[in-house]
């Protein structure tokens, strides 16, 4: 599968964003989603996740009650809705899917296939 993914952009504190990852190839709900971020001299860390069928999502603690992971099958999406969001979001955001496993994983190795990441800034 491919994962484009966009939607990234500047925004001051407080404000919102919201990520898309469109998916082409495989069936879309053969595979559970996961968005991860990765800040500059930092590893990439589990932001949120959603099962193949979209009933169970998983959140990091930092994002919880702000932020929140959706997908779309019938459009191949999944989306990421960022609100209040903080300086310390700032980072290159990423989508990935895991092939034939319908919980999300929250660990980089757990993915098969990666997007090529979207750059989300936030001003103090």
């Known amino acids: 599968v491919q994962l484009q993914a966009c939607g990234g952009g500047f925004v001051q504190a407080g404000g919102s964003l919201r990520l898309s990852c469109a998916a082409s190839?495989?069936?879309?709900?053969?595979?559970?989603m996961g968005w991860f971020h990765q800040a500059p001299g930092k590893e990439r860390e589990f932001v949120a996740g959603i099962s193949w069928g979209g009933g169970s999502t998983y959140y990091t603690d930092s994002v919880k009650g702000r932020f929140t992971i959706s997908r779309d099958n019938a459009k191949n999406t999944v989306y990421l809705q960022m609100n209040s969001l903080k300086p310390e979001d700032t980072a290159v955001y990423f989508c990935?899917?895991?092939?034939?496993?319908?919980?999300?994983?929250?660990?980089?190795?757990?993915?098969?296939?990666w997007g090529q990441g979207t750059q989300v800034t936030v001003s103090s």
């Open positions: 990935a899917a895991r092939y034939l496993r319908p919980i999300p994983g929250a660990s980089v190795r757990e993915y098969d296939y």
């Open positions: 190839g495989r069936t879309f709900s053969s595979y559970s």
